[in-house]
């Protein structure tokens, strides 16, 4: 079972023991931060499912000052239930709310221009050309097409499966899909797959090297006896398969993310954080222990090479954020909201 549906699964099913034991977090003095600080960093707080209200943190890593709620405060308003993932096209940014069923589109300073709706549960918004962005969704089972200038939906793309995570090369968009354990490559001129293969037992994140190849983490399938594993597939040599890298048969890998400044790739398993060397035949070893952390969110400012990652802790107290160096040494620890799922480097 993925992280997705755990944390949807854990505050649906045990809200009301959750919220009668647990405690208040004491509230953090209020710190304005810097909004166009070269430092900046988004956080999306997706709040409980069903009942928690989505928030957004900025974090300046200049001065280690955060401040949370930004949005509500800007608009006088709340963003919705499930603040998914935030992503800018232009000068505007787009905050997917998955379980609200829409897209928030700001301004650059937080202010609330207009919102996207009909979508079903939407996941990640991803910009594929000057006026046009995909959408990923966990329920509709397919990826919905958008007009980024009109700012509404043109249509869709039938998968069969859910999608979340993808990356955009070229002149095409490649996802995965948990339910159809297939990797798709989307024609984006013509909105049609052009290509799709079987990858692995649940994969749940992908991203690109520098060398042109996508890596593929797979969760595993316990139950048909599928080891979790890293796959790799070359573009630039047709897709390509060219390797799988078999994890431990009881690892539990989440948050793929890739440094492209070092070339390594990382993920998190069992509260610890582990990098691939690309350039050493794909061997593995841990970096940083989060000591048994609820490990929620991995991304890496791709500027300063910088380790972000967030721990959820008991999924409804304020997430705990890690700030790691390039060398793997803690810089900073601080809290954002409940549920932190999203970080964004603008």
Not at 17 to 37: H, I, L, Q
Request: some cysteine; proline content about 3%; aromatic content about 12%.
């Amino acid at each position: 079972m993925s992280l997705r549906y755990v944390a949807f699964w854990i505050s649906s099913l045990f809200v009301l023991a959750m919220v009668s034991s647990c405690t208040d977090d004491s509230p953090e003095p209020d710190k304005a931060v810097n909004k166009s600080s070269d430092n900046l960093v988004l956080i999306s707080n997706q709040g409980n499912f069903g009942w928690g209200e989505g928030t957004l943190s900025l974090y300046d890593a200049s001065n280690q000052t955060i401040e949370n709620e930004v949005y509500q405060k800007t608009n006088d308003e709340s963003l919705g239930n499930v603040f998914q993932s935030i992503t800018k096209i232009g000068s505007e940014y787009y905050m997917v709310i998955n379980n609200s069923g829409k897209i928030v589109v700001t301004d650059s300073l937080f202010k609330k221009k207009t919102e996207i709706t009909g979508f079903t549960s939407p996941r990640r918004c991803y910009q594929v050309g000057n006026s046009k962005a995909y959408v990923t969704d966990l329920y509709s089972h397919a990826i919905t097409v958008i007009n980024t200038t009109a700012n509404e939906i043109t249509g869709d793309i039938r998968i069969g499966g859910a999608t979340e995570y993808g990356v955009v090369f070229e002149d095409k968009f490649w996802c995965v899909s948990e339910d159809t354990d297939s990797l798709y490559a989307i024609d984006i001129s013509t909105n049609r797959i052009s290509f799709s293969t079987y990858v692995g037992a649940n994969p749940i994140g992908i991203e690109i090297t520098n060398d042109e190849d996508l890596i593929i983490l797979c969760a595993g399938d316990s139950e048909k006896a599928k080891r979790p594993s890293v796959v790799v597939y070359s573009i630039k040599l047709g897709p390509i398969f060219t390797l799988r890298m078999d994890l431990d048969s009881d690892a539990e890998p989440s948050n793929l993310a890739y440094s492209p400044k070092d070339n390594h790739i990382l993920f998190c398993d069992r509260g610890k954080l582990y990098q691939v060397d690309n350039d050493n035949a794909f061997e593995f070893f841990e970096v940083f222990d989060f000591e048994g952390g609820t490990m929620y969110a991995l991304d890496v400012n791709r500027e300063t090479s910088e380790i972000y990652a967030s721990d959820a802790i008991d999924f409804v107290s304020k997430s705990k954020i890690y700030r790691i160096s390039r060398g793997y040494d803690l810089l900073d620890d601080f809290s954002a909201g409940i549920i932190t799922g999203d970080f964004f480097f603008p």
